[in-house]
């Protein structure tokens, strides 16, 4: 098993630079979104909504 460990390296290093390199998710915006509200924001913003719901189902 010779070379066994410098191929598991360049794979490792491989992937890591592809993460970082080529895109991984796709995110379309809307026309009426604000330029600031990026992905980011809209990440949070679903979370909190996720978060509300079931308060607002307890109070009702």
Known sequence: MAGQ??????NSQLLTL???QVPHR????????QP???YC???A???K???????KRSSA
Request: proline fraction near 6%.
């Open 26 to 33: 796709e995110y379309t915006t809307r026309p009426t979104d």
């Open 45 to 47: 913003a679903e979370a």
């Open 41 to 43: 924001c809209h990440v």
């Open 5 to 10: 460990s410098e191929t598991l390296a360049l």
């Open 36 to 38: 600031w509200f990026g």
């Open 18 to 20: 592809q993460r970082r």
């Open 49 to 55: 909504y996720a978060d509300w719901l079931p308060y």
